[in-house]
């Protein structure tokens, strides 16, 4: 391998490592909302379940009568559609598409973004 391609995979190592650095924070954010919601989630669905008056009312009426857990389902339900999913994995995204191309060159990468030289085939 020749210094300049060394240096371009070095640069190349140094700018994914970089990138996914930057969204670990915003990653690690977005955990965080999501199992203080689901928490609340099933903690407000356990209220409602036990609930004895449940059973006797319409369900609208019910829903109603637990706001807290109507709330944080509909918070759930809404940070889903606008795609918390794909932001709690972010970084693993990236990794695994650079992984992917990464194979045609005989290479991989880890989760941090470090370079894998995989060894040469011999023919």
Request: glycine share 2%; charged share 20%.
């Amino acid at each position: 391998m020749s210094l300049e391609q060394t240096e371009d995979l070095k640069a190349f190592e140094r700018r994914l490592t970089e990138v996914i650095d930057k969204l670990q924070p915003a990653a690690r954010f977005w955990r965080i909302i999501l199992i203080f919601i689901s928490i609340c989630t099933a903690v407000g669905a356990w209220t409602w379940i036990w609930d004895p008056d449940t059973s006797k009312v319409p369900f609208t009426q019910s829903l109603f009568n637990h706001p807290f857990f109507t709330l944080t389902c509909l918070s759930l339900v809404m940070l889903f559609l606008c795609g918390i999913h794909k932001r709690v994995v972010a970084p693993s995204i990236i990794a695994s598409r650079c992984r992917q191309v990464l194979s045609d060159y005989n290479m991989s990468c880890d989760d941090t973004g470090k370079l894998i030289l995989k060894p040469r085939p011999t023919t």
